[in-house]
Nanobody, 115 residues
Framework: QVQLVESGGDLVQPGGSLRLSCVSS????????MYWYRQAPGKQREWVAS???????NYANSVKGRFTISRDNAKNTAYLQMNSLKPEDTAVYYC?????????WGQGTQVTVSS
């Protein structure tokens, strides 16, 4: 069983920055890709960024150039550095991994971008 716990969400002004963290339980973190998703009010959950076990990264077009996903396998933690935040980035952010045909989600962390 894998547990994911996100943190780092906050209220921030447009143009500001935040770093989200996702800590994974267990000892197999380094073997699997990690993903960040987000869900804005009244909208479907959408993929934001991903990082493979070999540190290959991909981003949604809406965040490319502003967000950076990374991982620290020694700490079983994935990060999402978010810069130049916009009001449309307001959402609950979730981390996710897919292990042995099972999806695992954290509880989410709220990011609000507003002046």
């Amino acid at each position: 069983q894998v547990q994911l716990v996100e943190s780092g969400g906050d209220l921030v002004q447009p143009g500001g920055s935040l770093r989200l963290s996702c800590v994974s339980s267990g000892s197999i973190f380094s073997r699997y890709a990690m993903y960040w998703y987000r869900q804005a009010p009244g909208k479907q959950r959408e993929w934001v960024a991903s990082i493979t076990k070999d540190n290959i990264t991909n981003y949604a077009n809406s965040v490319k150039g502003r967000f950076t996903i990374s991982r620290d396998n020694a700490k079983n933690t994935a990060y999402l550095q978010m810069n130049s935040l916009k009001p449309e980035d307001t959402a609950v952010y979730y981390c996710n991994t897919f292990i042995l045909l099972k999806n695992y989600w954290g509880q989410g962390t709220q990011v609000t971008v507003s002046s």
